[in-house]
């Protein structure tokens, strides 16, 4: 058997964009690759049929890329996106399921960004499109590169995008044979999401509000040709993932009901009634936007978030009974449906990503692609379990929690350990290979890895979520920490142990070294290090972060200022590794920078600080390859160089010594 390495990371398939039809039995998808000679992702559209037994084939050359890929009503030819000119830029294209060339529709003066169906004849395509568009009376495009930047509101930068002034995403239609375009439309808004009615008739559209603050979104219904466009929601601060029923008479959506909340739910507007409302009521969490109807229009769909699984779920519109389907120890990262059939992408933490389908029941599972099977198979996988821990509630009491853990195959322990704070926090650990390569590859070097689903965690219900609002780090650190006591009573565990974390995660790592002495190493990512100049430079900070603290820094500051991990670095024995993307809008570089010079001039500890050029806040799963294999390995030297001793469980230096210590030179 092989040993995993980081370098792993360009053997594996990424399975994305997955659509189908209704009533065919066709399914087009995405494959993603890294590619170690170009530092790029090569992506191809492929096709199989789930009703057989037939293997995927690719329908793209790899020489160009491919992205959002979708299937003809009638099943026999499809639409995506490619840049085949570069002169032309980003086009829509056209190609016969059967085989052939792919041809351009027309030619779009405007980027594609995403095809959002075709209409129900197979006449159209619906399409979003990134357009021009003048921020002020002093706007001259002809200033190209040197144009200012004017921004009149928030957000006016996303993570991924970058500035998202100059321009406006506009809806429009395209003819399937001439490739005409019509605007359906347009304004000082973006278009987010959008759907015909299967009659053809109405369109149902997510747009953002316009004024000061455009993170807030709504369900829009317009008539087919964009005009009448009313809104239909109100109440609702986040609207996403709009699907027609079968009857044409309703409309499911993912909504979230609190700003700066990530606890998504299913919601139906009925258009008799004028009213949207909650099947499921509010424990039902969803994970991303795939709803799918059944036919019968009284069940639909989707993927729950449950006790730090992903799973397909089916919910009952008549009572709100949910159906959870095969509930194995896996992520479902994808849904849809082809014929009868629900497809959807899973993976493991010992099976990766590949493609599924069952019937609406759960019966006559079957798997479709082998994409990762051949190579992953060939590797010592780690043992993966999943288990609850007693842990401190946090008031005065105590509760369970999971908490995934790996341990290296064919020895026993004790171990050395890396604790693995995950982001959000309202989110879960995530079976997701590109993002945690070094799991595997700390394993394979005899580690242990357990990343607990903490107080905080999203699908455990909104109050366990929620009860972390205003408590970052206090509440959930010590329930890491009781994690890490069990797996060393236990012999599990060595007093070796380092933390790990990203974004929320960065946050307690960031926290952990200074408010505990269990840490001989940590390796701090994309962190939230001053929740004040956070909430200010992040492209969400300004709305989250008020949620997050349970009040505006006007309302709470001692509690911003409090919780900020570096007010407490000074503290730290760990030695720290801090890892950041240069263009990460999410958790600004300033974070990271804040963090480590905090460290340096405070705290006695090796630190270091990395950036990677044009790196987002996706670094380490989507970022180019090349930063993507220097990320993974340099945190599994960082920890195994730097956790070689054992940790002292003596007391954290007070301030007053950590100021003397700085006073001598220290």
Not at 73 to 93: C, K, N, V
Not at 585 to 601: D, M
């Amino acid at each position: 058997m092989i040993c995993f390495e980081a370098a792993d990371l360009y053997l594996h398939k990424t399975i994305e964009s997955l659509g189908g039809a209704a009533n065919r039995d066709g399914l087009v998808f995405i494959v993603a690759q890294a590619n170690k000679d170009n530092d790029r992702y090569d992506t191809a559209v492929w096709y199989l049929r789930p009703s057989g037994y037939e293997c995927p084939r690719r329908l793209t050359s790899l020489s160009f890329d491919a992205k959002s890929p979708s299937l003809a009503p009638d099943g026999r030819s499809l639409a995506f996106i490619s840049t085949r000119d570069p002169d032309q830029g980003p086009q829509i294209h056209w190609l016969p399921v059967d085989g052939g060339e792919a041809r351009v529709l027309g030619s779009l003066e405007a980027e594609p960004e995403k095809i959002q169906m075709w209409s129900p004849d197979g006449n159209a395509l619906l399409v979003t499109v990134k357009a021009k568009w003048a921020e002020d009376e002093f706007d001259d495009p002809r200033a190209g590169k040197s144009r200012p930047r004017v921004a009149g509101h928030l957000p006016y930068k996303t993570d991924g995008v970058g500035w998202k002034v100059g321009h406006r995403t506009q809806l429009r239609s395209i003819d399937a044979n001439s490739g005409e375009s019509t605007t359906l439309l347009a304004g000082d808004f973006n278009v987010e999401e959008a759907q015909w009615s299967p009659d053809g008739r109405q369109l149902a559209f997510v747009r953002n509000r316009t004024g000061a603050q455009r993170h807030l979104s709504d369900l829009w219904l317009a008539d087919a040709d964009g005009g009448n466009a009313r809104r239909v929601t109100d109440g609702i601060c986040s609207v996403s993932g709009p699907r027609w029923a079968p009857d044409g008479e309703r409309v499911a959506f993912v909504g979230i009901r609190q700003e700066g909340d990530s606890l998504s739910t299913l919601w139906i507007y009925e258009l008799a009634t004028d009213r949207a409302y909650r099947p499921a009521g509010n424990g039902l969490q969803l994970e991303g936007q795939w709803l799918v109807w059944h036919p019968d229009g009284e069940r639909i769909a989707t993927v729950v978030s449950r006790h730090g699984l992903h799973e397909v779920g089916v919910v009952s519109l008549d009572d709100g009974h949910v159906t959870r389907l095969h509930s194995d120890l896996s992520h479902v990262h994808a849904l849809c449906q082809v014929k009868d059939r629900l497809v959807a992408v899973r993976a493991s933490l010992r099976r990766l990503d590949e493609i599924e389908s069952m019937l609406w029941n759960g019966d006559d599972r079957r798997r479709h692609s082998a994409f990762n099977l051949a190579w992953f198979s060939e590797r010592e996988r780690p043992r993966a379990i999943k288990r609850r821990f007693v842990v401190p509630d946090g008031d005065g009491g105590s509760e369970k929690i999971d908490a995934w853990l790996l341990l290296p195959p064919h020895r026993e322990g004790p171990f050395p350990l890396l604790v693995d704070m995950h982001g959000g926090p309202q989110s879960t650990t995530l079976i997701d290979f590109p993002d945690h390569v070094y799991w595997y590859d700390l394993c394979a070097k005899g580690w242990a890895i357990v990343s607990p689903n903490a107080v905080g965690s999203g699908g455990y219900g909104p109050k366990f979520a929620r009860r972390l609002v205003g408590r970052w780090g206090e509440l959930d650190l010590p329930q890491y920490l009781a994690v890490v006591d069990t797996l060393q009573k236990e012999g599990i565990a060595d007093l070796r142990v380092a933390c790990t974390g990203k974004s929320y995660g960065g946050f307690l790592s960031a926290w952990a070294i200074g408010n505990s002495s269990r840490f001989t190493s940590a390796v701090v990512s994309a962190p939230v290090a001053n929740i004040e100049s956070h909430a200010g430079t992040s492209d969400t900070g300004y709305y989250v972060t008020p949620y997050a603290m349970g009040g505006d820094l006007t309302e709470a500051d001692e509690r911003y200022h409090r919780l900020s991990p570096i007010r407490h670095c000074r503290n730290s024995r760990s030695a720290v590794l801090i890892l950041q993307g240069e263009d990460d809008e999410r958790c600004p570089l300033g974070q990271s920078e804040e963090l480590f010079a905090s460290i340096v001039r405070c705290a006695r500890v090796p630190a270091k600080l990395v950036v990677y050029p044009s790196a987002t806040h996706g670094l380490s799963a989507t970022g180019k390859p090349s930063q993507r294999l220097d990320y993974h390995r340099r945190l599994v030297a960082w920890v195994e160089q730097w956790t070689a001793r054992e940790a002292r469980h003596d007391e954290m230096p007070t301030e007053q010594s950590a100021d003397s210590a700085q006073s001598q030179g220290a």
